[in-house]
Antibody
Framework: EVQLVQSGAEVKKPGESLKISCKGS????????IAWVRQMPGKGLEWMGI????????RYSPSFLGQVSISADKSISTAYLQWSSLKASDTAMYYC??????????WGQGTLVTVSS | SSELTQDPAVSVALGQTVRITCQGD??????ASWYQQKPGQAPVLVIY???NRPSGIPDRFSGSGSGNTASLTITGAQAEDEADYYC???????????FGTGTEVTVL
């Protein structure tokens, strides 16, 4: 059974750094792209970027380029989304999803990030 | 980057048919996929490719497309279909993806 399990909720202060994770199981982790998706409170889905764990190639939406960093550690089947300096506007639910061909077929349960002073 | 535009909200009577549309230039080159999201839950893929349903998705869900518009149709809407629906496609550059603005479906 394909599963993506994300790390737990985080509460951070503005300016702090953060790295959240998404661990894949039940499939060959290195053979599928992993996408990250943001959903701000009460808003729609926003596609942030993807990473191919096989070679760590990452691509970013222009809206998120330079704002976050996407990485992966194929030895532990885990993808990451990282911020170096959080802002209040980063408060959102973040989802990871597996990309099968052109569709996001399996999703993690989401990680809620709250940034507040 | 590309944009995909959806109507913000639609309503449908129980058992009737509703069509949700998604417009964008990238749809002239790429298929859309569709996602259902219920409150407090992660999105679920319901339609992908030309008109494919993942295992477990009822056959009342179907997809189509023409020109710059993709459509998701629910034929015989059920109460459990009440949710937000998002389209998604590659962006115009082909390197990334973009979500539509989302449609809230209410089943009356």
């Amino acid at each position: 059974e394909v599963q993506l399990v994300q790390s737990g909720a985080e509460v951070k202060k503005p300016g702090e750094s953060l790295k959240i994770s998404c661990k894949g199981s039940g499939y060959t982790f290195t053979s599928y792209w992993i996408a990250w998706v943001r959903q701000m409170p009460g808003k729609g889905l926003e596609w942030m970027g993807i990473i191919y764990p096989g070679d760590s190639e990452a691509r970013y939406s222009p809206s998120f380029l330079g704002q976050v960093s996407i990485s992966a550690d194929k030895s532990i089947s885990t993808a990451y989304l990282q911020w170096s300096s959080l802002k209040a506007s980063d408060t959102a639910m973040y989802y990871c999803a597996r990309l099968e061909d052109t569709e996001h077929d399996y999703w993690g349960q989401g990680t809620l990030v709250t940034v507040s002073s | 980057s590309s944009e995909l535009t959806q109507d913000p909200a639609v309503s449908v009577a129980l058992g009737q048919t509703v069509r949700i549309t998604c417009q964008g230039d990238s749809l002239r080159s790429y298929y859309a996929s569709w996602y259902q999201q219920k409150p407090g839950q992660a999105p679920v893929l319901v339609i992908y490719g030309k008109n494919n349903r993942p295992s477990g998705i009822p056959d009342r869900f179907s997809g189509s497309g023409s020109g710059n518009t993709a459509s998701l149709t629910i034929t015989g809407a059920q109460a459990e279909d009440e949710a937000d629906y998002y389209c998604n496609s590659r962006d115009s550059s082909g390197g990334g993806y973009v979500f539509g603005t989302g449609t809230e479906v209410t089943v009356l």
